[in-house]
C-alpha cells in the first residue's frame, strides 16, 4: 500500500509496530555531544533578544533614545548595534528637552531616557499606540481587476488603481466608487427607519410563521422530503473527490 | 484628431490669403473697422462700441422707433411688452451686469426663478457683444428642449423679430435657426454636439450656460470643456447662470470668476415639518392635502410624488374625499391636476386653468391642488402656489458600473431640492412648505445637493464625445464632479466591445461615424452596420421608435381592450419586430387618412409615432450624409426578420439574457450574472432560450423591457471578442455556447463540401 505514506493520524494515535517492514522501529543513539550549536542558549540579559536587535535596526530606536539633537539628521541612516547596557542617564534630562525630542511622526515626546533604563527597550517610543496611529499607513490593493482594458487605459494616462484617488484634475480628484442606490419598495416616510439619534434601526424581525397542523399524509411526506434531503446532501459530501480520497477507496 | 484637422485649417488659411485683396470686404476681419461693422449707419447701435456700452444706452436703442436688429420699425406689442420687462429684477442691475460682463471673461450669474434672467440675459448681451458686427452669434443652452423652444419663442416676441430670423433655437432632430439669427437658444447637448465639430466653438462670441445648477451631463462637459476653450479663445466670453445658491462651488471652479447675484421675486415661506416620521408618505400627503384645504386660507397647493402610478392613485384619493367634504362640510370646490412627463401636452397645460370659483356667490373659496414629480421643482413655475406638500422623495437615475444597470429609484432628495421645492410656495404671496418628515430627519438624511448626473450615468457616449471632442485624457479632464474610475472604465470597455474605440483607445472609423449620430453608441452602431445585413430602412425605423416614448397607451380603465389591440400588431419574435409592425401600419394609407381616430382606435401614442417618424427623416439625413446604404431584404423573403434580429445583435450584443436551464421564464444576463424576468408587457410568444433586451428596469423584481428572441450562433458570429468563450466561467451558458460554437463549426464544414 504505497497509500500508506500520504496516510496521516495524529502522533498520538500512531501505533508504534505496524505490520510490515516500514512500521519496524528505527534505532537512535545519542550524540556524543552534549549539546547541540544551534539550540539557544538561556540568555542572561533578556534584552538582547533578537526582538531587540530586529527593533533597533528597524526602528532606528537607538539615536532616539539618547535624546540628543542629532536624532533628526541621523535618523534617516541605519542606527549602529544596539547597546546591550544603557548608559547613565545624559546630563540634558535636567533641562528641559529641546523640541527635536518629540517625536517628528505623532509630536508626542519620546519616551524618557530614565524610563528606559530599567526596561531598557522593552517599550520604544516606536511600539507605542499614538505612534503606531500616526504612521502612514500602507493600504491594500483596490480590487479591480488588472486586466481589464479600461485599467489599461486610464493607467497610460497616469491613474494608479492602489492610490485611492478619483480621477480629475489634480488637487480636485472626485469621487473613488460608483454611487450606491437603495430600492426602495415600501411607501414608509422619510427617516422612519432610524431611532432618536438618526443611527438606522435594525429590520424588524419578520412575524413569526404560523403553526400549520399536518394530517399523517402531509406528516409522511415532509419526513420523506427531510429524509431525502438528508441523502442529498451526504451524497454530496461524500462524493466529494477531496473527501473519497481521503477516506480512501474502501470507505 | 488633431492630424486629422491639420489639412484643412491649411486649405482654410491659403484660401483667406487669397481673398484678401481687399481686407474691408473681409467678414472675419470686420472687428477692425468699426465704422462700417455690418451695422446699418441710421441704425440706433451704429455708435455703439463693442464691450463700452451702458444700461442708459441700450434703453435709448429700445425705445427707438425702429428695431436695430432688423431695421424694422417696432409693433405696439413691443413697447407693451418693454414695460413688463423693465420691471422685472434683473433690469436694476443692467449696469452692474455690463460693466462685471465687460471686465471678466467667465462671469457666474445668480438668479432665482422669477428674476428674468433666461429672457433677459441674452437681451442686454447682445446689446454689448453686437455679435453681428463679428459674424458670430450668442448662444444660451438649456438641459430641456421645451424650454429652449419656448424660450426662444418668448425673446423673439420680446424683441420684436421672427422667431427662426435674429432669434433662433436649435434642439436635436430640429434646428430652428438661419444665417441671419444672432441669438441662439439650443439644448446643452446640441451646444457639445457642435463642439465635437468645431473644439473651439468659433461660431460664438458669447455662451452662456443657464440652469448649470441642475448639472446636467451635457452642461457638466461643456464646463470642462469652456475651460479650455477660453485659454485658446480669448475673445470667448462665459457667462454660467445658476438658480442656486450653490454659486460658490461654480466660481471656485472657474477659478474664482466675479459672481453677480440678482434677487428674486420670492415672498417668505414658512417651513413646518411632522413631530414623528410617517408611516406611509402618500397617505400623509394626502392627508395633509384635505387637512390645507379644510383649515388654511385660500391658495392652491402643489404636491410632489414620485411617479405617474402614485401621482394618479393620489389624485383620484384625494379627489374622492374632497368630494365628500363638499358634500358633508360645506367645504370649497377642490380641482385635482396630476402632472408627469409622460402626460400629453393638453393634460400638462390644464395645470395652469385658474382655480374654480366658489360654488355660490359668498361661499367657500375654490382650490387647486397639483401632483407633480420633480418637474415642478425647477422647469415648471405654477403661478398661484401658496402651499407646498414634499414627502421628501423623488425618482433618481442611478447607474451601477458592476452590472451595468441604470435604473430609477425612489431615492431621497437633497437639502437643496427640499428648499427649490419650498420656494415654489413663495411666488406669488408668502406661502407654507409642509414637509413629511422631521426636522431631524432633514439634517441628518438628506445629502447637500442632488448628485450630478455624470455621477449617475452610463457615460459610454459620454465617453465618445469626449474622444470626438479630441479629449484623450479622461483620467485629468477637469470636470467639476469626475465620475467614479469604474465607471469610467465601464463605458471605455464597452466602446471597444462596439468597436468604436480600439485595444489602445483609440477612436476608430466605426467611432468617428458613430460619433456623428445623436444616439447611444449602441444604437449607432447597430444603425451603422445594418447594411451588412440588408435591413438599413427596417434598424433606422427601429431606432427611431426605441428613441421616442412609450409608443403603447395603456389606459387603466381599459386595459384588456389596449392589449388586444397591441396583439393585432404583435410579431412572435419579439417587441422590437412588433415595433417594426407598428410603425409600418402607421404609414399605410388606411392610418396616414385619419391618424388622430387610427391611434385612439389602436391604442396608440400619436405624439411619439409622430417623434419617431421626425427622429427618423433626421438620422435618415446623417445616414445619407454618411453615405450609409439603404437597403431592405423583400418582405416576402424568409430571411426578412431573421436578418433584422441579426442586425439588432450588432449593438445590443452586450444586452443578452439567456434562460436558466431550470426555473421557468427566469432568465439570467450574460456576463453580469443577474437574475431578469421577462417585462409582463412582452409580446415573446414563445419560451426563448435567449433573448436580447432593450432596458433592463429595476423595480421590486429585476425586468427586461422590450426583448427580441436571438440565436447564440449570431452572437459568436457578430461578436466574437465578447463571446470569446474561454472567458466565460464553467456553467449553462458555456456550455450552450460551446454547443452553438459546434453547430456552427458542423454548418460551416458542410456548406465547405458542398462548395466543394
Known amino acids: 500500500m504505497s497509500d500508506d505514506e500520504d496516510y496521516f493520524l495524529p502522533l498520538e494515535d500512531q501505533r508504534v509496530f505496524g505490520a510490515g517492514i516500514r512500521r519496524k522501529r528505527v534505532p537512535f543513539v545519542r550524540s556524543t555531544e552534549h549539546e547541540l550549536r544551534t539550540t539557544a542558549r538561556p540568555s542572561s540579559t533578556p534584552s538582547t533578544s533578537i526582538a531587540n536587535t530586529y527593533l533597533s535596526i528597524v526602528l532606528k530606536t537607538d539615536a532616539k533614545r539618547d535624546g540628543s539633537s542629532t536624532s533628526t539628521s541621523t535618523s534617516r541612516e541605519r542606527s549602529p548595534p544596539p547597546r546591550t547596557t544603557q548608559s547613565a542617564p545624559p546630563t540634558s534630562e535636567a533641562i528641559p528637552p529641546p523640541p527635536s525630542n518629540n517625536c517628528e511622526i505623532c509630536n508626542l515626546p519620546l519616551s524618557e531616557p530614565g524610563i528606559d533604563s530599567d526596561t531598557p527597550a522593552t517599550r520604544p517610543h516606536e511600539a507605542s499606540l499614538a505612534h503606531q496611529v500616526c504612521l502612514n499607513h500602507s493600504h491594500p490593493p483596490s480590487h479591480l481587476d488588472r486586466a481589464r482594458t479600461g485599467l489599461r487605459y486610464l493607467s497610460t494616462y497616469g491613474w494608479d488603481p492602489d492610490s485611492r484617488l478619483g480621477l480629475g484634475a489634480p488637487g480636485r480628484e472626485g469621487i473613488r466608487e460608483p454611487l450606491k442606490g437603495r430600492i426602495k419598495n415600501d411607501k414608509a416616510g422619510l427617516g422612519s427607519g432610524l431611532d432618536k439619534d438618526g443611527d438606522r434601526l435594525p429590520a424588524p424581525p419578520p412575524p413569526p410563521k404560523k403553526v400549520q397542523k399536518l394530517n399523517a399524509k402531509q406528516a409522511r411526506k415532509g419526513a420523506d422530503e427531510a429524509r431525502k434531503r438528508g441523502d442529498k446532501l451526504r451524497n454530496m459530501f461524500f462524493q466529494n473527490d477531496e473527501v473519497l480520497k481521503y477516506l480512501g477507496e474502501d470507505a | ?756
Open chain 2, 1 to 756: 484628431m488633431a492630424d486629422r484637422r491639420d489639412p484643412e485649417d491649411g486649405v482654410r488659411a491659403k484660401r483667406q490669403k487669397m481673398d484678401a485683396g481687399d481686407p474691408k470686404d473681409n467678414p472675419y476681419l470686420a472687428h477692425m473697422y468699426e465704422d462700417t461693422n455690418g451695422v446699418d449707419k441710421n441704425s440706433s447701435l451704429a455708435k455703439f462700441k463693442r464691450h463700452q456700452t451702458t444700461a442708459a444706452m441700450a434703453k435709448k436703442a429700445e425705445d427707438g422707433e425702429i428695431n436695430p436688429f432688423n431695421g424694422r420699425p417696432f409693433s405696439s406689442k413691443y413697447v407693451s411688452i418693454l414695460h413688463t420687462r423693465r420691471d422685472l429684477p434683473v433690469h436694476q442691475q443692467r449696469d452692474e451686469f455690463l460693466q462685471l460682463y465687460q471686465q471678466s471673461q467667465i462671469l457666474v450669474f445668480v438668479g432665482e426663478t422669477g428674476s428674468g434672467k433666461t429672457t433677459q440675459i441674452p437681451q442686454f448681451v447682445l446689446f454689448d457683444d453686437l455679435p453681428q458686427t463679428q459674424h458670430k452669434m450668442i448662444a444660451c443652452t438649456q438641459p430641456r428642449r421645451v424650454a429652449a423652444m419656448s424660450v426662444a419663442q418668448r425673446v423673439a416676441e420680446e424683441m420684436d423679430v421672427k422667431l427662426g430670423e435674429e432669434v433662433g433655437y436649435s434642439i436635436r432632430f430640429e434646428d430652428m435657426t438661419s444665417s441671419k439669427t444672432i441669438l441662439k437658444y439650443m439644448t446643452d447637448g446640441m451646444l457639445l454636439r457642435e463642439a465635437m465639430n468645431d473644439h473651439d466653438l468659433s461660431r460664438y462670441s458669447t455662451i452662456m450656460l443657464d440652469e448649470a445648477h441642475e448639472r446636467t451631463m451635457a452642461t457638466d462637459v461643456l464646463m470642462g470643456l469652456l475651460k479650455q476653450v477660453v485659454v485658446r479663445r480669448p475673445d470667448l466670453k462665459i457667462i454660467i447662470m445658476s438658480a442656486t445658491l450653490d454659486a460658490q462651488k461654480f466660481q471656485r471652479y472657474f477659478l474664482d470668476a466675479p459672481l453677480l447675484a440678482v434677487p428674486g421675486r420670492t415672498h417668505p415661506v414658512e417651513v413646518f415639518y411632522t413631530p414623528e416620521p410617517e408611516q406611509d408618505y402618500v397617505e400623509a400627503a394626502i392627508r395633509t392635502v384635505l387637512q390645507i384645504h379644510a383649515t388654511e386660507d385660500e391658495g392652491d397647493i402643489l404636491v410632489f410624488l414620485t411617479g405617474e402610478e402614485e401621482i394618479e392613485d393620489a389624485a383620484r384619493k384625494i379627489y374622492m374625499e374632497a368630494e365628500e367634504m363638499v358634500r358633508e362640510a360645506d367645504a370649497g370646490p377642490l380641482k385635482v391636476y396630476p402632472l408627469y412627463g409622460s402626460l400629453p401636452p393638453h393634460m400638462q397645460q390644464r395645470i395652469f386653468e385658474p382655480a374654480p370659483p366658489p360654488r355660490r356667490p359668498g361661499g367657500r373659496p375654490g382650490r387647486k391642488v397639483i401632483i407633480s414629480t420633480n418637474i415642478a421643482e425647477t422647469s415648471l413655475t405654477i403661478d398661484g402656489i401658496v402651499y407646498v406638500v414634499d414627502p421628501g422623495f423623488s425618482k433618481q437615475k442611478i447607474y451601477n458600473p458592476r452590472i451595468r444597470v441604470e435604473s430609477l429609484l425612489v431615492s431621497p432628495i437633497s437639502k437643496a431640492s427640499a428648499q427649490q421645492r419650498a420656494g415654489r410656495a413663495g411666488r406669488t404671496r408668502p406661502g407654507k412648505c409642509f414637509r413629511l418628515y422631521t426636522e431631524e430627519a432633514y439634517k441628518k438624511e438628506l445629502i447637500e445637493s442632488t448628485y450630478p448626473e455624470v455621477l449617475r450615468s452610463n457615460l459610454s457616449s459620454t465617453v465618445l464625445e469626449l474622444k470626438k471632442l479630441g479629449i484623450d485624457d479622461l483620467v485629468h479632464f477637469d470636470l467639476m464632479d469626475p465620475p467614479a474610475p469604474e465607471t469610467l472604465m465601464r463605458a471605455l470597455e464597452e466602446l471597444n466591445y462596439l468597436a468604436c474605440l480600439d485595444d489602445d483607445g483609440n477612436l476608430t472609423q466605426l467611432g468617428r461615424l458613430a460619433s456623428e449620430f445623436p444616439l447611444d453608441p449602441a444604437l449607432a452602431v447597430m444603425l451603422i452596420s445594418s447594411p451588412e445585413f440588408y435591413c438599413s430602412n427596417e434598424i433606422l425605423s427601429i431606432t427611431a421608435l426605441l428613441s421616442v416614448p412609450q409608443v403603447f397607451v395603456r389606459p387603466a380603465s381599459q386595459r384588456k381592450r389596449a392589449d388586444e389591440m397591441k396583439n393585432l400588431f404583435s410579431h412572435q419574435d419579439g417587441d422590437q419586430l412588433t415595433l417594426l409592425n407598428v410603425y409600418h401600419a402607421f404609414k399605410s394609407p388606411e392610418a396616414q387618412a385619419n391618424l388622430k381616430q387610427w391611434c385612439h382606435d389602436h391604442f396608440l401614442n400619436l405624439r411619439s409615432l409622430q417623434s419617431a417618424d421626425n427622429v427618423r427623416k433626421q438620422l435618415l439625413r446623417i445616414m445619407e450624409r454618411e453615405e450609409i446604404e439603404m437597403i431592405s431584404t423583400p418582405f416576402d423573403d424568409k430571411k426578412y426578420y431573421e436578418n433584422i434580429r441579426r442586425a439588432l445583435c450588432a449593438g445590443f450584443f452586450m444586452q443578452i439574457a439567456k434562460k436558466d436551464a431550470q426555473g421557468k421564464s427566469v432568465y439570467t444576463t450574460i456576463k453580469d450574472n443577474q437574475s431578469v424576468l421577462l417585462h409582463p408587457s412582452t409580446v415573446l410568444a414563445h419560451d426563448a432560450e435567449w433573448v436580447l433586451y432593450n432596458e433592463f428596469v429595476l423595480t421590486t423584481k429585476n425586468y427586461i423591457r422590450t426583448v427580441t428572441a436571438v440565436k447564440p450562433e449570431w452572437l459568436l458570429d457578430i461578436a466574437p471578442t465578447y463571446y470569446d468563450i474561454s472567458t466565460f466561467p464553467k456553467g449553462d451558458i458555456r456550455s450552450a455556447l460551446m454547443r452553438a460554437a459546434e453547430r456552427l463549426a458542423r454548418k460551416e464544414k458542410m456548406r465547405a463540401e458542398k462548395r466543394r
